[in-house]
């Protein structure tokens, strides 16, 4: 089965934040969806492989991605959805 791993992240839009962050994003910050890895990327993905390995592999693609490295991003939720995925925000 083709699976995508997709991270839901958060940037904070104002100075301070004033509302405590769940598990999505506040009506104070920035939602971005991006595909972090797919079946097609890495063959070894299947949608278990994805729930038991995705925090370690995200952490890592946060790491050392360009844009959202920095401490202003935070990554909301992680999700494994099967087949093509097409993210609902892009920076």
């Known amino acids: 089965m083709f699976v995508t791993a997709v991270a839901v992240m958060c940037k904070l839009m104002v100075a301070h934040a004033t509302l405590a962050p769940n598990s999505d994003c506040t ?7 991006e595909i972090v ?3 097609d990327k890495d063959p070894s993905v299947d949608f278990f492989a994805c729930q038991i390995r995705s925090q370690v592999g995200v952490a890592d693609w946060k790491s050392h ?6 401490d202003a991003w935070r990554v909301a939720r992680i999700k494994c959805v099967p087949g093509h995925y097409e993210p609902r925000g892009s920076v």
């Open 27 to 33: 009506s104070e910050e920035q939602m971005v969806e």
């Open 37 to 39: 890895t797919d079946t």
């Open 65 to 70: 991605h360009p844009i959202y490295f920095k």
